[in-house]
């Protein structure tokens, strides 16, 4: 059998074909066989033989092209016996051997798909759940629009039992949401006023209201809808695999043929040994357990793309992390709010976030987020003016106050040397505060560690990473503080892009390596690692692109459940094909002796297929 895959037009057109020449062939091949036993039966052995014939020649007419597209994409694999043993049949007037082995090979081909559809499943669910319409309310109209309609600011209308259609914030109650396609967790997860909800994931509760943050395009289920597809459109990995053992199979399989024919005088024994032989259980195993593989990583949370990213995750030894978004939240938190002397800490953060209110800046954010949560009432600032890479300034009560970057000769005293120490030490930024000139307090602000971070270290060695290195452009002080917290081999600290893809190389040239990273500068690494694991799912983001895997959560333990689906389908697809080689070598030597004739051995072939691709299917479930 020869697998799928892409190549020049007509090649392309081919494949397209084949899923409806397959179950043509079924039937044919079926009738012929069938209508020839039934005149064998009633003694009209002529009518026998020509039906029996006509089925052979209705197999060996598109093996020949099967053949022929593999050798156009410069595969020469376990096919070319099926073509041998199809004209050696009928060389050798075996034509119920012939027939045999074509129903053979047209049901092996379309148990094959069969099979490969029932593992596709999921991603197929995943495709064709996205949704195509959205309500849009306007006022008090509601209409129903195409999905690609929607902008952003939209306010949408979100019913019991749909599927989010683009993120968006919940604008007026509480939502029940049913997250399990994202993030793979069976339990419902609620989502208060304000927070954001991701596209794809079903609404479980009552109606609620959508403010759209991002088109369809932009949101996370288009991005994981089309890692879906190219998942989908790739080869499958252990393909290569299959390709490697039919360098030598075919050669043997064609030597004992050769041999039984020069050792017995008799084309028969030759052509029994070719019958034995054909179709290679190799073909089979392989794609049906990468196929499950991919399956089963999808209802974990994991988009890989293709099975060649698959393959190589179950041999990866060292993983490398980016540290901020990845270890870390990715987001500043406060930490303290230090005032200076005779001051109040609580007065110093809420003249902070009254003039943050309306910066965009990620530490302004979680100023202001920090003074909310402690129930800090805030002033509106006037005359605010912000300078990109200094701060903001504003008049807070008839006073000029300013939130930023300090000037080194500006830091003046015991206390705001301390500030400085602590911060250096801690690893966090400084956002001073000046009143009139004058610092008056500081607040400090750093990228803490995620609450699991130190488990999923645990569970990702467990799963086969025996090096753990990260990279981060931050300072080396808080980036060896988060390396010995965790137990890391390595750390790479203050490492631009540029630096990041030359530790990752160097990496790789020792070992498989995965680089796991969340940021558009994480990009080149993901690239230049053996595998590159994207966090979320944003497909329009540069590190997605750049990722032959990405996690659909941002959990970074899903990667060693990714990594153990890995080696289990590996493990299953080869047990399955070696089970099957043995059983088809061990026949193949029972037919060069003379002991096995050929329509008994295509039975015989038939059943071993049959049992392999069955094997195979375990991949789909079972403990890794």
Not at 63 to 72: D, H, P
Request: aromatic share 2%; with cysteine; proline share 4%.
């Amino acid at each position: 059998m020869v697998t799928g895959g892409t190549g020049p037009g007509s090649v392309r057109g081919i494949a397209r074909l084949r899923p409806l020449i397959e179950p043509v062939l079924v039937v044919l091949t079926v009738g012929a066989l069938a209508a020839g036993g039934i005149a064998w039966l009633t003694g009209w052995r002529e009518v026998a033989d020509g039906c029996w014939i006509a089925g052979t020649v209705l197999a060996v007419l598109p093996a020949l092209v099967w053949v022929a597209v593999a050798l156009r994409r410069g595969q020469l694999g376990v096919d070319v016996i099926a073509v041998l043993a199809l004209v050696g049949t009928l060389l050798v007037h075996e034509y119920l051997a012939g027939a045999l082995i074509a129903v053979m090979l047209a049901g092996g081909r379309a148990l094959d798909a069969a099979a490969t559809r029932r593992a596709s499943h999921d991603l197929r669910a995943l495709l064709e759940r996205a949704p195509r319409f959205a309500r849009r309310r306007d006022g008090t109209q509601v209409s129903v629009i195409p999905l690609a309609d929607v902008v952003v600011d939209d306010l949408l209308i979100v019913g019991p039992g749909e599927v989010v259609p683009v993120d968006g914030r919940v604008v007026d109650v509480v939502a029940v949401l049913d997250e399990s396609v994202l993030t793979g967790e069976p339990l419902q997860a609620e989502r208060g006023v304000g927070e954001l909800v991701r596209s794809g994931v079903v609404n479980a509760g009552n109606a609620f209201e959508l403010r759209a943050t991002a088109t369809a395009e932009d949101s996370t289920y288009a991005g994981i809808v089309r890692l879906a597809q190219q998942a989908g459109a790739q080869t499958a990995p252990i393909v290569r695999l299959a390709d490697r053992y039919a360098a030598w199979f075919l050669p043997l399989a064609l030597l004992l043929a050769g041999g039984a024919w020069l050792a017995s005088g008799s084309a028969v024994r030759a052509v029994a040994v070719l019958v034995v032989a054909t179709p290679c259980p190799l073909l089979l195993a392989a794609p049906v357990a990468i196929v499950s593989g991919l399956s089963r990583a999808s209802r974990a949370g994991v988009i890989i793309r293709g099975g060649g990213a698959l393959e190589n995750l179950g041999h990866a030894t060292t993983l490398v992390m980016d540290k901020t978004g990845t270890l870390t939240m990715g987001r500043p938190v406060v930490v303290d709010v230090i005032a200076a002397p005779g001051g109040d800490a609580t007065e110093v953060l809420r003249l902070s976030a009254s003039v943050d209110q309306l910066s965009p800046h990620v530490l302004a954010e979680a100023i202001v987020t920090e003074a909310l949560a402690r129930g800090i009432e805030l002033s509106l600032p006037a005359d605010v003016l912000e300078e990109p890479g200094r701060g903001v300034t504003a008049t807070i009560d008839e006073r000029r106050v300013t939130v930023g970057k300090l000037l080194a000769d500006s830091v003046r005293g015991a206390w705001a040397g301390g500030v400085v120490n602590r911060a250096r030490l801690d690893g966090a930024a400084i956002a001073w505060m000046c009143v009139d000139g004058e610092p008056a307090g500081a607040v400090l602000l750093r990228d803490p560690l995620r609450r699991q971070a130190p488990r999923t270290i645990r569970r990702l060695r467990a799963a086969g990473f025996n090096r753990l290195v990260m990279l981060t452009g931050d300072r080396a002080e808080p980036a060896r503080e988060v390396a010995t917290v965790l137990g890391l081999d390595e750390v790479y600290a203050e490492q631009s892009p540029a630096d990041k893809v030359a530790a990752v190389r160097a990496e790789r040239d020792r070992a498989v390596t995965v680089m796991v990273g969340d940021g558009i500068n994480d990009a080149p690494a993901l690239a230049a690692a053996t595998v590159g694991v994207a966090m979320g799912a944003r497909g329009a983001t540069a590190s997605s692109e750049a990722a032959d895997i990405v996690l659909t959560t941002d959990r970074v333990d899903r990667l060693a459940d990714a990594m153990d689906i890995a080696r289990w389908s590996r493990r299953i697809a080869v047990q399955s094909a070696v089970a099957g080689m043995s059983l088809s070598l061990l026949a193949m030597v029972i037919a060069a002796l003379g002991w096995l004739p050929p329509a008994a051995g295509a039975l015989l072939q038939e059943g071993i297929d049959v049992a392999v691709i069955l094997n195979a299917l375990r991949a789909l479930r079972g403990n890794p």
